[in-house]
């Protein structure tokens, strides 16, 4: 897959690692929240929207109080834990981040350039990340690149499923109304690759020299095609 003519009318993306950098994650947004979390509780712990995710927490771990949920959920943000009340609660306190000026999202030129070029060809672009939907909308809606929101028709976050699991790309295709084999899959993961593989999907590895410094080619792209840089999905 080497032009824009082979992609199908679907593209479903991943954020970290393929349209953005991991270090913009790992050392802008992750420790934002970690420092700001037990304020934010402390703050907004008694609002509904707040409260399910933190009496989630503690239902499933045993915590006993805010302040030792707070520390189990700081304790999961060190370890990248993938789990929907954190990834939940990190959306809430990154919103106040972005209103408040505190950082912009990064988004790789050539990433922002072709989804655009894309949504103008008519493509249909849909977002799956591990972070929440309403992150994935302040993310791009607070962007280097402007407010990329519009571009986007359709969201999904681990509430739809792990991803690195079949059945989540399947529900995908089906929330999209679309042939699982008329949707590619663009992420820096080979495992969430193979899922979306396995479930009918078209996949590309995208292997970016700056998160990924060592290129995975042969085996270790699992026969993924794989490109460093979404232009190479644009026409010549």
């Known amino acids: 897959m080497s032009t824009a003519a082979d992609l199908p009318a ?27 979390l037990p304020a934010f509780v402390a703050a907004h712990g008694r609002e509904p ?8 927490v ?15 959920l700081q304790q999961w943000i060190d370890a990248d834990r993938k789990h929907t009340a954190l990834k939940a609660l990190q959306g809430l306190i990154w919103e106040e981040g ?17 989804l655009r070029a894309w949504h103008a060809a008519g493509r249909r672009i849909a977002v799956y990340s591990s972070g929440s939907v309403p992150a994935q909308k302040l993310f791009f809606g607070h962007s280097e690149a402007g407010d990329l929101r519009a571009l986007v028709s359709a969201w999904f976050d681990t509430e739809t ?23 590619v899959f663009l992420s820096d993961v080979v495992e969430e690759l193979d899922a979306a593989r396995e479930s009918g999907l078209r996949t590309v590895l995208l ?16 026969g993924h095609p794989r490109i460093e840089r979404f232009d190479q999905l644009e026409p010549a």
Request: proline share 5%.
């Open 10 to 36: 679907t593209v479903l993306t991943d954020i970290e690692g393929t349209t953005s950098s991991i270090s913009f994650v790992k050392e802008v947004l992750f420790p934002y929240a970690r420092e700001h």
């Open 49 to 56: 929207g707040v409260r399910r995710w933190l009496d989630q």
């Open 58 to 72: 503690a239902a499933e771990t045993g915590a006993d109080g805010d302040e030792a949920v707070v520390r189990t």
């Open 98 to 114: 972005y209103r408040q000026g505190a950082y912009a999202a990064h988004v790789y030129p050539d990433a922002a350039r072709a």
């Open 161 to 183: 499923g792990g991803k690195r699991e079949a059945a989540s790309y399947a529900r995908i295709a089906q929330a999209l109304g679309t042939a699982p084999g008329e949707i």
């Open 207 to 222: 292997d970016r020299r700056e998160d990924y410094p060592e290129p995975r080619e042969g085996e270790a792209a699992h």
